[in-house]
């Protein structure tokens, strides 16, 4: 009895190490091909460089919609399609610009009167989503606050001010997703919370810790008890000063912003899929979000989740790779300022009654990958742990516990999807989050490879074992 379970034990033994073998060998494969013949960084190129800005509504987002399809059929997808959804129109309507006058104080006059009033210009963008001044400047006097504490301690003296929320990243967060988690309170609340006590606008520090002066846009939501007020970010040197001459004395501030929606106009999701040849209705869903901010490029964010969507499809094509499951490669529509795209996936999904077995997204830029967050149940989770020490060798040496992204949350709330991400490097990411420094130049080819290494690797153990 003792040598037949030693023996037992030896055939599943030996049948592991061949299994992780023949799963290691395989994994070189994609990698060896992402890594030597990857289209991934050209296809960024023409995606930042030729189409540029995609945010939803813009002939920039018909563009990229056109250029997803193309990309599926030519990279491979047995089927490619586009899944029509509505997406709102939101239009920055002309250039954003803001004015200080200030008289300087005593301490920082060297000779001569001080009550001559000096002007300097800001450098701002508007809130995306954010209602416009209307069509002609807007001038108050600015109250600095440094949360939301303080302007509720303050409430009496906001009425008829412009309120600047001058609440900092937290430079004590490694992951510095945490510092935008905390600081993002105050792009998405603050414009309402101050238009409560009456102010006329709002001007809120850039969710950034970079040390250039780029303004960061990103959604605002109005809360609509309260009328909505002109709401922009500064950067963030442009942020010290304005605090700095507001410890000494009074500034007034003259907006001009002119955003305004247009009516909901038509978009897409664009979807290539690769049939499962076991287990056709098990689908496997990898993605990235197609639309970007007007004022960049949206090189990081997401170009290159979408490039590297498009190169595992490529890649897996390329060696002859066919999955168990069915895969698709999601380029989704209006994650910046709607969500409509994860939310018609979903719901699609839904109401065909189409089994998820996960869902994966790239949404946190194209930086040398780190980990793999996964979100599903304990058994799942010791699964996919298992798998570490295969992907370890390409960069992912983590996975840890909580993974998704904004476009596939939909997909886990409607059918309770497992999700995983992509998680790379997160020290350069807001640098350049939401702000014109987001361009093709800040991406690196060889990071971006890696990061549709990791994310292939990944998608090819769940196809292979399921969860």
């Known amino acids: 009895m003792r040598k037949f379970t030693f023996l037992l034990l030896a055939v599943i033994s030996s049948t592991t190490i061949f299994s992780q073998n023949e799963d290691s060998i395989q994994i070189k494969r994609i990698s060896d091909e992402i890594l030597s013949n990857g289209k991934a960084y050209e296809n960024l190129r023409y995606l930042t460089k030729k189409i540029g800005p995609r945010l939803a509504g813009s002939q920039g987002m018909v563009k990229s919609e056109q250029w997803g399809l193309k990309m599926m059929q030519e990279s491979g997808a047995d089927m490619a399609w586009m899944q029509e959804c509505k997406v709102p129109h939101w239009v920055r309507g002309g250039k954003d610009a803001a004015n200080a006058a200030y008289i300087p104080s005593r301490s920082k006059v060297k000779k001569g009167p001080i009550t001559a009033t000096i002007k300097k210009e800001l450098d701002i963008v508007a809130l995306g989503n954010s209602v416009g001044t209307g069509n002609k400047p807007l001038t108050a006097e600015v109250l600095l606050v440094h949360s939301f504490d303080e302007l509720e301690r303050r409430k009496d003296e906001v009425k008829g001010k412009i309120v600047f929320y001058n609440y900092k990243f937290n430079p004590t967060y490694v992951n510095t997703f945490l510092s935008y988690r905390d600081a993002g309170q105050y792009r998405g609340q603050g414009p309402s919370r101050a238009s409560k006590y009456g102010a006329k606008a709002v001007i809120v520090r850039s969710l950034s810790h970079a040390a250039d002066n780029h303004p960061h846009t990103g959604a605002t939501r109005y809360d609509s008890a309260y009328a909505k007020i002109p709401a922009v970010a500064i950067?963030?040197?442009?942020?010290?000063?304005?605090s700095e001459q507001l410890q000494e004395g009074t500034i007034k501030v003259t907006l001009i912003t002119n955003g305004h929606f247009l009516p909901d106009t038509i978009g897409h999701n664009i979807i290539g899929e690769l049939k499962g040849t076991e287990f056709p209705d098990e689908i496997i869903t990898v993605g990235g979000h197609l639309d970007s901010w007007d004022n960049c490029e949206g090189a990081h964010d997401d170009g290159a989740g979408c490039v590297q969507t498009i190169e595992i499809l490529r890649a897996f094509?390329?060696?002859?790779?066919k999955p168990k499951r069915t895969i698709r490669f999601v380029l989704f529509a209006n994650e910046e300022n709607g969500l409509r795209g994860g939310n018609k996936y979903a719901e699609e999904a839904k109401?065909?009654?189409?089994?998820h077995l996960?869902?994966?997204?790239?949404?946190?830029?194209g930086f040398t990958p780190r980990a793999i967050g996964f979100s599903g149940s304990d058994e799942q989770y010791a699964k996919v742990l298992s798998w570490k020490s295969l992907i370890a060798?390409?960069?992912c040496t983590e996975?840890?516990?909580g993974g998704g992204g904004a476009d596939i949350g939909p997909l886990n709330r409607a059918l309770k999807t497992p999700t995983a991400?992509?998680?790379?490097?997160?020290?350069?990411?807001?640098?350049?989050?939401?702000?014109?420094?987001?361009?093709?130049?800040?991406?690196n080819k060889r990071e971006l490879e890696l990061g549709a290494v990791n994310m292939a690797a990944f998608i090819y153990l769940v196809d292979k074992y399921g969860l």
């Open 317 to 321: 094509k390329a060696i002859g790779y």
């Open 235 to 242: 950067g963030l040197r442009d942020a010290d000063w304005l």
């Open 421 to 443: 991400s992509l998680n790379p490097d997160t020290q350069r990411y807001f640098d350049i989050h939401h702000a014109r420094s987001d361009v093709f130049e800040a991406v």
């Open 393 to 395: 060798p390409y960069g």
């Open 399 to 401: 996975i840890n516990k």
């Open 351 to 355: 109401a065909k009654n189409e089994k």
């Open 358 to 365: 996960l869902a994966m997204e790239s949404d946190a830029g």
